[in-house]
């Protein structure tokens, strides 16, 4: 058992607790059989969900969480009001468990404490490090994150690796992508809402690279493929010590007859997307679905270009240089075309989205790099 701390942007906290919940017994115990080890009290904290489980869990939170930036375990804790004091407790940190290699890079956060000064503690940890082998390097593999606040340090390792939004998929991308794990958040929503992902049809009219799209059809399914740092763990379970433990996650259904459809005016734009599609297909080979892409001005739709029933799924664009009412319009013209399953909308609060035949169900706000953005869902 240990203490986990899965961080995620400010304001998914509560949808990353939803999240876990939902995939909580998908994950494996020791045995390769689903796990029995029930969901533990999840703490909501900023920026993240704290708890306790076993370690073989909180690892696989990795593979399955798309709301996730990373997971974090937590490896030492106490109070820190001196350098000398600071450092000395550093040499605690039972690091050879878990780590071979031994170059290790450092993140350091202070807030309301005395020790608040980032380069005199680097140096402490840095010496702490040196004595028991260490050698810190920005380009090291593995995390160190030592977070002061209020006078109490607590050091965590991390076990993603890169951050967890970095799929490997995306790697075409246009001018103002989304974050997958904002994209992320829209499947989660969508799925609440209650479109169905091997019946319902999606619709991006302004797809970009293709970010809701892929992960609309990836949302439930976890990435095997990518490289995390757990899985260089010393003391990672030997149940993953062979290619093979993926196999045993045969619980997981495989999604079969995805219907999407992207749709955007730029040709570099379609161009990334579908170079981004054989990406996903090598991450995702097990996700079955066929991505239509049509290179054109989604104002000039037609009701022959999609079926009935679809659900509208979009990041449209926004600036000044863009008239007030070109988006909704686009909105209101499928709407005439054909009738819809219903919408989800990530937009700028100044935007105002209606529909005529839709209702808005539900609506998250937040904000986005200091804009602020709603998240709303309409439904009939
Ligand atoms: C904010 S970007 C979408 C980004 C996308 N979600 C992603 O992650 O890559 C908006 C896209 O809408 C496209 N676009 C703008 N107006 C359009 C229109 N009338 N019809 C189709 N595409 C349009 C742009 O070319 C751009 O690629």
Same mark, same amino acid.
């Given at each position: 058992?240990?203490?986990?701390?899965?961080?995620?942007?400010?304001?998914?906290?509560?949808?990353? #607790?939803? &999240?876990?919940?939902?995939?909580?017994?998908?994950?494996?115990?020791?045995?390769?059989? *689903?796990? $029995? +080890?029930? %969901?533990?009290?999840?703490?909501?904290?900023?920026?993240?969900?704290?708890?306790?489980?076993?370690?073989?869990?909180?690892?696989?939170?990795?593979?399955?969480?798309?709301?996730?930036?990373?997971?974090?375990?937590?490896?030492?804790?106490?109070?820190?009001?001196?350098?000398?004091?600071?450092?000395?407790?550093?040499?605690?940190?039972?690091?050879?468990?878990?780590?071979?290699?031994?170059?290790?890079?450092?993140?350091?956060?202070?807030?309301?404490?005395?020790?608040?000064?980032?380069?005199?503690?680097?140096?402490?940890?840095?010496?702490?490090?040196?004595?028991?082998?260490?050698?810190?390097?920005?380009?090291?593999?593995?995390?160190?994150?030592?977070?002061?606040?209020?006078?109490?340090?607590?050091?965590?390792?991390?076990? #993603?690796? &890169?951050?967890?939004?970095?799929?490997?998929?995306?790697?075409?991308?246009?001018?103002? *992508?989304? $974050? +997958?794990? %904002?994209?992320?958040?829209?499947?989660?929503?969508?799925?609440?809402?209650?479109?169905?992902?091997?019946?319902?049809?999606?619709?991006?009219?302004?797809?970009?690279?293709?970010?809701?799209?892929?992960?609309?059809?990836?949302?439930?399914?976890?990435?095997?493929?990518?490289?995390?740092?757990?899985?260089?763990?010393?003391?990672?379970?030997?149940?993953?010590?062979?290619?093979?433990?993926?196999?045993?996650?045969?619980?997981?259904?495989?999604?079969?007859?995805?219907?999407?459809?992207?749709?955007?005016?730029?040709?570099?734009?379609?161009?990334?997307?579908?170079?981004?599609?054989?990406?996903?297909?090598?991450?995702?080979?097990?996700?079955?679905?066929?991505?239509?892409?049509?290179?054109?001005?989604?104002?000039?739709?037609?009701?022959?270009?999609?079926?009935?029933?679809?659900?509208?799924?979009?990041?449209?664009?926004?600036?000044?240089?863009?008239?007030?009412?070109?988006?909704?319009?686009?909105?209101?013209?499928?709407?005439?075309?054909?009738?819809?399953?219903?919408?989800?909308?990530?937009?700028?609060?100044?935007?105002?989205?209606?529909?005529?035949?839709?209702?808005?169900?539900?609506?998250?706000?937040?904000?986005?790099?200091?804009?602020?953005?709603?998240?709303?869902?309409?439904?009939?």
């Amino acid at each position: 058992m240990s203490t986990f701390f899965v961080s995620c942007p400010i304001h998914f906290e509560e949808r990353l #607790a939803e &999240e876990l919940n939902s995939f909580w017994f998908e994950m494996m115990d020791l045995d390769g059989q *689903p796990t $029995r +080890e029930p %969901l533990p009290e999840l703490n909501i904290e900023p920026g993240g969900v704290e708890f306790k489980c076993s370690d073989h869990l909180g690892y696989q939170i990795n593979l399955f969480s798309k709301l996730a930036l990373r997971v974090l375990v937590r490896i030492h804790k106490f109070p820190a009001r001196f350098y000398d004091q600071f450092e000395k407790e550093l040499w605690q940190m039972p690091l050879d468990k878990w780590l071979t290699e031994k170059n290790i890079s450092l993140k350091i956060e202070t807030g309301k404490s005395r020790l608040n000064h980032e380069r005199n503690l680097i140096e402490a940890a840095t010496k702490a490090l040196g004595s028991l082998a260490f050698k810190v390097s920005d380009e090291a593999k593995q995390q160190l994150y030592i977070r002061i606040i209020k006078d109490n340090a607590v050091i965590s390792l991390d076990t #993603a690796g &890169e951050n967890l939004h970095r799929r490997g998929y995306a790697l075409f991308r246009g001018e103002a *992508p989304l $974050r +997958e794990n %904002l994209a992320a958040l829209m499947a989660q929503q969508l799925f609440k809402s209650g479109a169905n992902l091997e019946s319902d049809v999606f619709l991006d009219p302004f797809v970009g690279s293709g970010t809701i799209l892929f992960e609309i059809a990836s949302f439930k399914t976890p990435n095997l493929n990518r490289k995390y740092s757990w899985l260089e763990f010393k003391n990672k379970p030997k149940i993953f010590n062979s290619e093979s433990w993926k196999k045993n996650l045969r619980w997981i259904q495989k999604p079969q007859n995805i219907r999407l459809i992207g749709i955007d005016s730029d040709e570099k734009a379609i161009h990334n997307l579908q170079e981004n599609e054989k990406h996903f297909r090598e991450i995702f080979p097990e996700i079955g679905f066929q991505l239509s892409t049509l290179n054109r001005d989604s104002l000039g739709l037609t009701s022959s270009d999609f079926p009935e029933n679809v659900w509208i799924v979009a990041n449209p664009p926004y600036g000044i240089r863009l008239k007030q009412d070109a988006v909704p319009k686009v909105f209101k013209h499928l709407e005439n075309q054909r009738p819809l399953a219903g919408a989800i909308i990530l937009h700028p609060e100044s935007m105002k989205i209606e529909f005529q035949s839709l209702s808005l169900s539900s609506q998250i706000d937040f904000s986005n790099q200091g804009l602020k953005i709603k998240l709303s869902v309409f439904t009939r």
